[in-house]
């Protein structure tokens, strides 16, 4: 991948995707008392391989981020993502912070 694709919040499908070779991938969300709740990513495996999760969550954390929303990261992708990566554990909700452990 030398690029990397955009991804876009579809609101009205509660997910953030991405298209890459013609395939959709997705981060779907839903908004719980205005924590940002990521349920589950989904790569094809036709474009598997290419950190095309870590592209979803980057743009969904910083979504997050710039709307000052807090995250659930009930998807295993977001939490282990922000498990690994302790400069986002501000954004975590008290739900939050006992999936990642912290």
Not at 23 to 42: I, K, P, R, S, W
Not at 75 to 81: D, E, I, K, T
Request: overall charge negative.
């Amino acid at each position: 991948m030398s690029t990397t694709p955009a991804v876009n919040d579809h609101v009205e499908k509660h997910r953030f995707e991405l298209v890459e070779d013609g395939q959709v991938a997705y981060a779907a969300y839903v908004m719980e008392d205005g924590v940002l709740v990521f349920t589950h990513t989904v790569v094809p495996e036709a474009i598997g391989g290419r950190g095309l999760a870590t592209v979803l969550v980057k743009a969904g954390l910083g979504a997050a981020r710039e709307r000052g929303l807090q995250v659930t990261p009930r998807c295993p992708v977001f939490r282990a993502y922000m498990q690994r990566h302790p400069e986002t554990h501000d954004l975590l909700s008290t739900e939050g912070r006992s999936l990642v452990g912290i």
